[in-house]
């Protein structure tokens, strides 16, 4: 997209409307505080030639370059990690992935973590990433909507009907992208010790991305309502509630998967 260099000759009507402009061909981010007019910039210098280094005798070996292994690094700092705060913290410190760069918040959890159910949804969209918290968007709206049904929320103290909500990568992917494989690897570590130290009864995976980081698997339509488990524990891979928002018609299965929740929670009191 090519900018102008007028937008500072703009009155605030007139930025208004350009703004919702660039929003309507598809801009979601603001990449830079200033626009930069790459038309306009000079070509760089080309670089002073530097001398060849005399051949040395023989074949040359290849040097090495030391690379980081980001998800070892992931599963030592999250095996360190004895309490839900040191986890969050230890996720904070951790600088593999570069979506860390480009989200305005970590979002690490919401809810009650003595929850029988928790919930592992993708990763933050927009508003989770203004607000640090995970599912307070339309599909959180949803979410909260659809566990209400069954008498389970976020905001209770009573963990007998209450949520814990996390994601696969607490930072928000840019333009809303899905995390790629490498980022999901990534904090796939930091989101089973997760599991572990909140402990639930039973677990909900939403959606491909979590099903992939907690299952290796892929394939929601076909997983979904069948009862799996992740780390010896019961988990129900259920519909991502923004592809129930998109597909209205797929709520039947939602509260099937809803109803088969509350039952396995009443086997097991
Ligand atoms: N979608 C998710 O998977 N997680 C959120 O926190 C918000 C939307």
Redesign the pocket.
Known sequence: LRFTGMESALDWHQAKALLEWYVELGVTDAVAEAPIDRYELKPEPPKTPVAPAPAPEGPTPLREVPRTDWVAVAKEHAAGAGSLAALAEAMQAYDGSPLKKGARSF?FSDGNPDARVMIV?????A??DREGK????P??RLLDQMFAAIGLNRATPDAQNALY?T?VVPYRPPGNRNPTPEEIAMFTPFLLRHIELADPDIIIP??N?ALTALLDRQGITKLRGTWTEVLGKPALPMF???YLLRNPISKREAWADLLDIQAKLRAKT
């Open positions: 979002v949804g993708e990763g933050p969209g508003e989770e995970p599912f307070v968007g599909a959180g909500i994601n939403m959606g991305i991502h509630p923004s």
